[in-house]
């Protein structure tokens, strides 16, 4: 890695790089002193912190940039504090009487207790009737890490916060153009190129003449098309019953309701494939289907797996889960890319994330958010996108699958939540996921999968992020391909970097960048 002080990457679950006095921690993946996988800025420090996917919080006092993409915490504020809630949560409980943030995948506070439960990323619960306070991911008392899409600024801080999820701000006096992706963003008027927002949300601004697709919970097909053609990516919904058209679902997903006879392509983490339906099943990624009738347990990769019928327990599932089969009467937490819940159950179904779908005659709440797209009208071909995905453009006639890390003929590599196929646009723009912000002025393509943060002005390359990312430094003119949660690499430097998994960051003098993708600690 030329160039760098000391580039360290980890994939997978990682370690710690330590770094003089003051020592950096990076964790990638669930890591960290605690449950979950968090971070916090250490106070009296002047950096600039990336939290990307899953974050932290930056204590009082400091005086750099935040960048929080996913979905996030809350704004604390004296005993009376605001919460906000973004992207896809949880739900207290009745009788509780403490504050409950949920945020990105979430889990649930039951009945009864008097304490403040953070959950984040992937969560638990903390069980009736304990009276003290229950913090995953670090033991502190005011500082609230919640890993997931989170985190929260504390008051006195003067600095750009930047929400990706369901946030974020844009600064007085800024012209460039601010996308949030997660639920939101806002495409700024007059430009002509392809916005692509994954995450539930966006508007675009009034002036503007191109194509909108949200991806999110969401999504819309262009006016005066025929589509039939419905492509969701991220978390979704569901097919409406008696439709023949075919359904790509990508990343976390739901269920395709009884009767349909078309082709469900699921990827990413997905849910199940219901009895009696006649189509072609594709998963990929961290999937599969418990069959009708089987009363085993199915485990699928990733953090899923399947609750056997009758079991009368309480399910808590985070990542990529799968389904809990009909009959069961507890409640089901499903964080991150989930499945459904068969008919019948008279519980609460907290779904954070991607999601799928209650099917019908159940009685409970059903929260879904999520994130998805659209295919363009007048393709052609069958596009699959899994995870955060972006869109093939118009004309072509071939087949693209993306599932996890994929590729074409031509340039696409995207791992985890991708990007598009270039195709005479000025720029396309893909967010997918949570976001940063390109900021006004750059030339290229920016996509950003997953949580990211943010590509400053001037620079002229591609930036491939895939997954929880960080941010590439201005000045450099190489490929960045990171793929999961990732690092940065600093600037200045001149050669591909690849990162696979959950990984560190590249140094960068004493103050330094700390870039924490996914869920990460410090």
Do not use: C, D
């Not at 646009?425 to 950003?448: C, D, I, M, P, T």
């Amino acid at each position: 890695m030329a160039g760098s002080q000391h580039e360290e990457l980890w994939a997978g679950a990682h370690g710690v790089n330590k770094e003089g006095p003051q020592r950096e921690e990076l964790w990638a993946g669930a890591h960290a002193r605690g449950a979950g996988a968090h971070g916090v800025n250490k106070e009296g420090s002047q950096h600039e912190e990336l939290w990307a996917g899953a974050h932290g919080v930056n204590t009082a006092g400091s005086q750099h940039k935040e960048l929080w993409a996913g979905a996030h915490g809350v704004i604390k504020e004296g005993s009376q504090h605001k919460e906000l809630w973004a992207g896809a949560h949880g739900v207290n409980k009745e009788g509780s009487q403490h504050e409950e943030l949920w945020a990105g995948a979430h889990g649930v506070n039951k009945a009864e207790s008097q304490h403040v439960e953070l959950w984040a990323g992937a969560h638990g619960v903390n069980t009736a009737g304990s009276q003290n306070e229950e913090l995953w991911g670090l033991e502190l008392m005011h500082e609230e890490l919640w890993a997931g899409a989170h985190g929260v600024n504390k008051e006195v801080s003067q600095q750009e916060e930047l929400w990706a999820g369901a946030h974020g701000v844009n600064k007085a006096g800024s012209q460039h153009e601010e996308l949030w992706a997660g639920a939101h963003g806002v495409n700024t008027a007059g430009s002509q190129h392809e916005e692509l927002w994954a995450g539930a949300h966006g508007v675009n601004k009034e002036g503007s003449q191109h194509e909108e697709l949200w991806a999110g919970a969401h999504g819309v097909n262009t006016a005066g098309s025929q589509h039939h053609e419905e492509l969701w990516a991220g978390a979704h919904g569901v097919n409406t019953a008696g439709s023949q058209h075919e359904e790509l679902w990508a990343g976390a997903h739901g269920v395709n309701t009884a009767g349909s006879q078309h082709e469900e392509v699921w990827a990413g983490a997905h849910g199940v494939n219901k009895e009696e339906f006649q189509h072609e099943e594709l998963w990929a990624g961290a999937h599969g289907v418990n069959t009708a009738g089987s009363q085993h347990e199915e485990v699928w990769a990733g953090a899923h797996g399947v609750n056997k019928e009758e079991f009368q327990y309480e399910e808590l599932w985070a990542g990529a889960h799968g389904v809990n089969t009909a009959g069961s009467q507890h409640e089901e937490l499903w964080a991150g890319a989930h499945g459904v819940n068969t008919a019948g159950s008279q519980h609460e179904e907290v779904w954070a994330g991607a999601h799928g779908v209650n099917k019908e005659g159940s009685q409970h709440e059903e929260l879904w958010a999520g994130a998805h797209g659209v295919n363009k009208e007048g393709s052609q071909h069958e596009e699959l996108w899994a995870g955060a995905h972006g869109v093939n453009t118009a004309g072509s006639q071939h087949k693209e699958l993306w599932a996890g890390a994929h590729g074409s003929q031509h340039e696409e590599l995207w791992a985890g939540a991708h990007g598009v196929n270039k195709e005479v646009s000025q720029q396309e723009e893909l967010w997918a996921g949570a976001h940063g912000v390109n900021k006004a002025g750059s030339q290229h393509e920016e996509l950003w999968a997953g949580a990211h943060g943010v590509n400053t002005a001037g620079s002229q390359h591609e930036e491939l992020w895939a997954g929880a990312h960080g941010g590439n430094k201005e000045g450099s003119q190489h490929e960045e391909l990171w793929a999961g949660a990732h690092g940065v690499s600093t600037a200045g430097s001149q050669h591909v970097e690849l990162w696979a998994g959950a990984h560190g960051v590249n140094k960068e003098g004493s103050q330094h960048e700390e870039l924490w993708a996914g869920a990460h600690g410090v």
